[in-house]
């Protein structure tokens, strides 16, 4: 299924162009989804003369906001280098890339996206990168999930949960261990749901799989309980109004769980924007930020407070047990309970698909990003390109001499020079400009 979110970073592009006139490059992993560093490429291909000094005079924007950041992935990462000039810098101790900052610029710093608004590994790039939040998920579930505001329900409960189930690894592994709970305690009957026993991106049953948290490993055979799943991974781009009419309300296993970071991803917005009551499964706080973007949640119709529980087994705990409480309704209560929780979820969805959510989102970008950018212009001295290419220009190997001796070579001596002197020119006007 293709994605067109390079739109979105082009709009980015466009924005910042628009306001400083500045060159801009967009880095992001392509294809969508992926976690590669070789897979992280710019937005638009250059010829090697125009790339160079393209890249030299532009703010550099790396775009991390698909996939929850994971700062210790890349740390001491080894990749191919993608030119002759890199990989002899590198051998020589002159050019270190760090973490996924492939390339550096005339500013001392780069932009990172991103999309958590609370995170360890934030910190952690927050050393390196002048960073944008925006939440990306917002942005795109708007396209993804645009033709669910021209759809009508019609109601035919068959089951009371509507859960989707389908890959477990990494940081999904707690899902194992709620469809485990599910049945403990009695309550599979009241779910439409499914399980895939192999774990779909890495081909291996959850009986052999080693869990980084032994606690999610499932005590029964979920497969005797549950049909198999057989979904592909761009289901949740998606949505299935067969699947809303015959169920109540969704359970959301979130992408993050078992973790302190707040991401929340297309999958939050998909019964929102469905129009259909929800309890969340994700991080601590995650219903207290969909407010903050002004949405309501059932904390009227049941009880939520299993969202500020700090602990993953406890806030787990406390999702089957609002569970069970609902399947415990008797009918009159469900009918009265379903009315206050469809009267949220109705005023959810016109606020998803309102110009005033739009707005919000949008302007929460281009705000964060022309402070990002004002904080890139005022804070740089140019001093660490003039350190990089000084080192490179005087070492004395004879081989990376060779390199940039060579006019047939990009980037070569002369025009580093050239771009050298551009650079301290600039940066003695910067000074002279403090001083006064």
């Known amino acids: 299924m293709s994605i067109p979110i390079d739109r979105l970073y082009q709009y980015i592009e466009q924005t910042i162009k628009h306001i400083y006139k500045e060159h801009v490059v967009i880095y992001r992993f392509w294809p969508h989804g992926s976690k590669k560093i070789e897979n992280l490429t710019t937005l638009e291909y250059k010829p090697a003369v125009e790339s160079f000094m393209l890249y030299s005079k532009s703010f550099l924007i790396y775009c991390h906001d698909q996939e929850p ?42 932009a990172l996206i991103h999309s958590e608004a609370r995170s360890q590994n934030l910190k952690k790039y927050q050393q390196q990168f002048v960073t944008i939040y925006y939440w990306s998920h917002a942005v795109i579930a708007l396209d993804w999930f645009r033709f669910a505001q021209h759809l009508d329900q019609v109601k035919r409960t068959q089951r009371t949960f509507l859960i989707y189930n389908r890959a477990w690894g990494g940081s999904r592994e707690y899902r194992l261990r709620f469809a485990d709970l599910l049945i403990n305690h009695n309550l599979q009957n009241y779910c439409r749901t499914s399980i895939a026993a192999t774990e779909p991106e890495l081909g291996i049953h959850y009986s052999q799989y080693e869990f980084k948290n032994p606690v999610w490993r499932p005590v029964v055979k979920l497969e005797d309980y549950f049909p198999p799943n057989i979904a592909a991974s761009h289901y949740s781009a998606d949505f299935d109004i067969a699947d809303y009419n015959a169920t109540d309300i969704e359970v959301v296993l979130e992408t993050l ?13 998909r019964p929102i924007a469905c129009g259909q009551p929800f309890i969340l499964a994700a991080t601590h706080g995650s219903l207290e930020y969909l407010r903050g973007y002004g949405f309501r949640t ?10 500020q529980i700090v602990d993953p087994q406890s806030r787990l705990c406390a999702v089957i047990e609002v569970m069970k409480q609902i399947s415990q309704w008797d009918d009159v209560t469900r009918q009265q309970k379903m009315i206050q929780a ?30 990002a950018v004002d904080t890139l212009q005022q804070t740089n001295t140019f001093s660490r390109w003039i350190t990089k290419w000084q080192q490179i220009l005087d070492h004395p190997d004879p081989e990376l001499t060779e390199y940039l001796d060579n006019p047939n070579n990009v980037p070569n001596r002369l025009l580093v020079q050239h771009l050298m002197e551009l650079v301290k020119s600039k940066q003695t006007q910067i000074q002279s400009t403090k001083q006064q």
């Open 69 to 110: 950041l994971n700062y210790d992935l890349y740390e001491n990462l080894e990749w191919a280098p993608n030119s002759t000039l890199t990989a002899i810098s590198r051998r020589l101790g002159l050019y270190v890339e760090k973490n996924i900052e492939v390339r550096r610029s005339f500013y001392d710093r780069s």
């Open 342 to 371: 469809q009267s949220i979820a109705d005023h959810n969805r016109r606020h998803f698909f309102s110009e005033d959510f739009f707005k919000t989102v949008v302007l929460e970008l281009q705000d964060n990003i022309l402070q």
């Open 298 to 307: 059932f904390s009227e119709v049941w009880n939520e407070d299993y969202d």
């Open 257 to 269: 769980f078992d973790d302190d970071r707040l991401h929340l991803t297309e999958k939050s917005l």
